[in-house]
């Protein structure tokens, strides 16, 4: 870190990251908790704050302004629509200069207070402190189908992803660095983040409830996600056509065998045998359409990525006045 890029001088910085969609009646709370909890840092590290407004509909973005005139240490990015919460916390993590940044939900469901633990790890050498949840307070359908996800992905994926993560964590520059070189449309940021290795450790904590507001992931940007997740990190689902298409064939051979019995050995037991056709016919056309399917995915993807648009598109940047440069002699 260069000292011009810091008004603290030699302290490192630290920046918590913070994505925002519709989070008004958190904002507020958030920004007062958080600062809070950083003054235990303040001694060692200069400490700063990004909000990423992605897009929101209600008047987040007008209140995080307000944060930004009374703080000097806040920076607010305003994408120009809803990008997605992975595409929130990309801008944040391409535009925070800092040695360190901790990224967190917005809804005080991640609990400001375990970022110090994070910090304390990484004092010890650790790159990337992911924050691991003991329990969560969250609807049973959420915990069943976000344990199934984990479990799938673990099975099929190429790199190893921890258990109960999420986004919170504290990622050290130099990974950041390395981050900000993938630039696939369809993130799962934490799948990226154990790709590429150094050394990775977790702190356990309990999540708590959403303060306010609803979430910004419903059932069908959750499978979205999962798909990103899955396909993004596996070619599981690829091989899986073959191996079906192999024990398909199979079976149709035992087929022909019982076929080519009865009628050698047993002619006059042979019935018409629609059903048996009928049934055949929608399994099979059910099963190739699902295999179209999943080549489309990984189809899809490939058409994105070639298309090579920016991953998003920001309609504002206010980041605090920093002072005049040093010059160096
Ligand atoms: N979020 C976002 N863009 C979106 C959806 C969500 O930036 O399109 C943010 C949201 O403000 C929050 C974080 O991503 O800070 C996690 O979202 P949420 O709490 O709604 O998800 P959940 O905890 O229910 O999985
Ligand atoms: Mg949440």
Redesign the pocket.
Known sequence: MTAEAHPAGDKKTITYI??????AGNIALLHETVSKVAEELTDRYHVEFVY?D?GSKDDSLSRLQVLADSDDRVTVIELAR?F??QM?VTAGLDLADADAVIIM???M?DPPKVSLELVEQWERGYEVVYAQRRSRQ?TAF?KLTASAFYWFLRKVASIDIPRNTGDFRLIDRKVVDELRKFRERDRFLRGLVSYIGFRQTGVLFDRDE?HAGI???PLS?MLRFAADGILGFSVAPLRLISRLGYFISFLSFLGILYVAGVKLFAPETAVPGWAFITIGMFFLGGIQITMLGVLGSYIGRTYAQSQGRPLYTVSSVRTPAKPAPVTKS
């Not at 913070?18 to 989070?23: G, L, R």
């Open positions: 913070f994505p925002i969609y519709n989070e990423v992605d809803n997605g919460h929130a939900d917005s809804d469901q969250d959420k959403r979430t910004g992931y940007k």
